[in-house]
Nanobody
Framework: QVQLVESGGGLVQAGGSLRLSCVASKFAFSIYAMGWFRQAPGKEREFVAALSRGGGATKYADSVKGRVTISRDNAKNTVYLPMNSLKPEDTAVYYC???????????????????WGQGTQVTVSS
């Protein structure tokens, strides 16, 4: 069945870095916009970053802008999220998501997510 499998989470001190990866399988990865979301304890899931199917357009939440860079390798069916200058408020479960889009430049509306990953925990200590 369709899978999105995240990895790269862990425990890091404030100011540190992590690189999240998400490997997709069993669907046409290259025609989907890809995104990262996160959910902290007691909070709703929130948008972090998104990338168009061609990789040429990106969108970021203000809270992470300048500290993360979303990218993809369509040959490897993988999307990446390197994160730098991590803060304790970045602590959350990070989810990879896929949304079908018709245009190569579209970063998605994320109102109709087709697939979700199972999540990877990121914990930033102060």
């Amino acid at each position: 069945q369709v899978q999105l499998v995240e990895s790269g989470g862990g425990l890091v001190q404030a100011g540190g870095s992590l690189r999240l990866s998400c490997v997709a399988s069993k669907f046409a990865f290259s025609i989907y916009a890809m995104g990262w979301f996160r959910q902290a304890p007691g909070k709703e899931r929130e948008f972090v970053a998104a990338l168009s199917r061609g990789g040429g357009a990106t969108k970021y939440a203000d809270s992470v802008k300048g500290r993360v860079t979303i990218s993809r390798d369509n040959a490897k069916n993988t999307v990446y999220l390197p994160m730098n200058s991590l803060k304790p408020e970045d602590t959350a479960v990070y989810y990879c998501a896929a949304e079908y889009v018709g245009a190569t430049w579209d970063t998605g509306t994320w109102s109709s997510v087709n697939y979700w990953g199972q999540g990877t925990q990121v914990t930033v200590s102060s």
